[in-house]
């Protein structure tokens, strides 16, 4: 899944970022990686929780949804 523009605004802000890897335990730089690639691990129930307790959004409003053809 990937991140959309509106969460991704607000991950640009280091305090958002360095809040989010302090409570899910992880280095900067991991959750800087993820968030470039598009990681599997943003997917993770525990790493949804904290971008919505950081960033004020929703699942929905964190990830694009899939487009079908």
Known sequence: MK???KVKK????DQVKM???????IAYIT???WINDDHD???KKATI?????FT???EDEIF?????N
């Open 31 to 33: 959750f800087k990686r």
């Open 3 to 5: 991140l959309t523009k």
């Open 41 to 43: 691990n943003l997917t």
């Open 10 to 13: 607000i991950l640009v802000d």
């Open 49 to 53: 929780n904290t971008l919505m307790k």
């Open 64 to 68: 694009e949804t899939e487009k079908t």
């Open 56 to 58: 004020g959004l929703t």
């Open 19 to 25: 809040r989010i890897c302090l409570e899910l335990g």
